[in-house]
């Protein structure tokens, strides 16, 4: 199993109302965006015991950027 870096869990908790009471919310809200982008907007391959896997992307940056 592979967890999620740091940075990445961080940016997830933009879904939390408690994000949104923060005082600098405003302003990490587009850094936190960007790395979710850049986690799960982008196809990746996976090696899993030597086999070579095409991994879809989860989100779709247009539809993302829209909401």
Do not use: R
């Not at 587009?30 to 899993?48: D, E, G, N, Y």
């Amino acid at each position: 199993m592979m967890f999620l870096a740091h940075g990445v869990m961080d940016a997830l908790g933009i879904v939390y109302p408690q994000y949104w009471s923060q005082l600098d919310c405003e302003m990490s809200f587009p850094k936190h965006l960007q790395v979710i982008k850049a986690t799960f907007c982008s196809s990746k391959i996976q090696f899993v015991d030597g086999v070579e896997t095409f991994v879809f992307e989860v989100l779709n940056t247009i539809d993302l950027d829209s909401q």
